[in-house]
């Protein structure tokens, strides 16, 4: 009976594996990343439009969107790729496996890098992470150096310096890999400007970081043996009191709303300010402009690298997915003088390409790259 069972189990799992492309599509699926969006649809319509292989769909549904989308399962309902403006997470990595999705192939594009922009006829802004992390965090540092709700309105009352303007942020949601890596990237480095919190982070002592939550007022039931952790809930926690506005994982949408209000800031990928330099302009962050040069050498603080993730099993049932791999890791896509610097993509150093380029050659899974 056991070993019937056992077969039945085996056949059944054959039966769904073959019947999942029983009525394959003719096209490639890609969801994903906003940021990423751009590079991919250019790399797309020319695929489309030099082989014989039909131009695959691409959806902008945010880094975490895309993940969910992706990793619900294999076979011509779910997409084959999906791009991300972060790296793939643990728990998404396991929520593939619990879906059958076991071998997935990581390409990283290149770099990008966050800014921070209002519209061209506006002022342009200059600010520290600090400055950064006091405008849009949840609970700030008072006086006494216990956490308190955000006080500040206006710019000026951070840095006396800075604009007597109402602070205005339009920025992306929770499920936006440009969510992810603007409070890594901008809310932690500002966060990390005060001791306690500094300390905090680096912290594994667990009398040593209970004794720095009490002093920040932090409650107790935040503890983890690991510093590090407890900052992140304070470093990540962004204001929800109408300072921050969640504008979608539609930039338009941000383009639109500072063009219509000069005295709100924007948060998006270079990319698409590169494109869009005739309506906004970038924010000085720590005294460095988001400029090519300066993304691409590490000197610009906020950025990232870029990804997309490929099913494996869906190589060889969908068509072209082989040769869409290639054409989007070509030096004449993703080099130094490729098609898609045109569109802002910060290129990785050859070495890195040719990696990454014989890797997606190879179709080899990150399982086997650790």
Known sequence: MFKQACVMTTLSAVFISGTAFAAARDYISIVGSSTVYPFSTVVAERFGRNTTFKTPTVESTGSGGGLKLFCAGIGVDHPDVTNASRRIKASEQQKCAANRIHDILEVKVGYDGIVLANAKRAPRMSLHRKAIFLALAKQVPGPDGRLIDNPYRTWDQIDPALPGTRIEVLGPPPTSGTRDAFVELAMEGGAKQFADLKKLRSSTDAAEIRA???????????????????????????????????AGENDNLILQKLAANLKAVGIFGYSFLDQNRDQVKGTLVDGHMPEFELIASGDYPISRPLYFYVKLAHVGNVPGMEEFLAEFTSDQAWGDEGYLTDKGLIPMPAAERMTYAENAKLLTPMSKLR
Do not use: C, T, W
Not at 218 to 244: C, L
């Open 212 to 246: 720095l939550m009490a002093k920040l007022g932090v409650p107790a039931s935040a503890f983890n043996e690991k510093g590090k952790q407890v900052f992140k809930i304070i470093a990540h926690a962004i204001r929800e009191d109408g300072v921050y506005i969640e």
